[in-house]
Nanobody, 123 residues
Framework: QVQLVESGGGLVQAGGSLRLSCAAS????????VAWFRQAPGKEREFVAQINWATGTTYYADSVKGRFTISRDNAKNTVDLQMSNLNADDTAVYSC????????????????WGQGTQVTVSS
């Protein structure tokens, strides 16, 4: 059974940084794209960033471009999300997911999901 586990969430002040990590059981990332989504209270799940595991090509939502960086670690089989210059609008539960479609921004395009990790930005 495929499992994705996120870590690294927490409480941070506005303007600060956090690094999230998504770890997968097995070699699930091979041949897949891996994305981060977030969901704030009362809002729909929102695409944040995606990386093509094979090529390293990345894709970002406009709202995080220039502040967030998605990267992969082949040796550790993890995908990280480095978040900088955080603001209150970034407060959400962040989840990683895997799928087959590069550029996909719709949650239903993704096959496997982690449970999520809470990120809270205090102003």
């Amino acid at each position: 059974q495929v499992q994705l586990v996120e870590s690294g969430g927490g409480l941070v002040q506005a303007g600060g940084s956090l690094r999230l990590s998504c770890a997968a059981s097995g070699r699930i990332f091979s041949g897949y794209v891996v994305a981060w989504f977030r969901q704030a209270p009362g809002k729909e799940r929102e695409f944040v960033a995606q990386i093509n595991w094979a090529t390293g090509t990345t894709y970002y939502a406009d709202s995080v471009k220039g502040r967030f960086t998605i990267s992969r670690d082949n040796a550790k089989n993890t995908v990280d999300l480095q978040m900088s210059n955080l603001n209150a609008d970034d407060t959400a539960v962040y989840s990683c997911a895997t799928g087959r479609s590069y550029g996909a921004k719709i949650p239903s395009d993704y096959l496997y999901w982690g449970q999520g990790t809470q990120v809270t930005v205090s102003s």
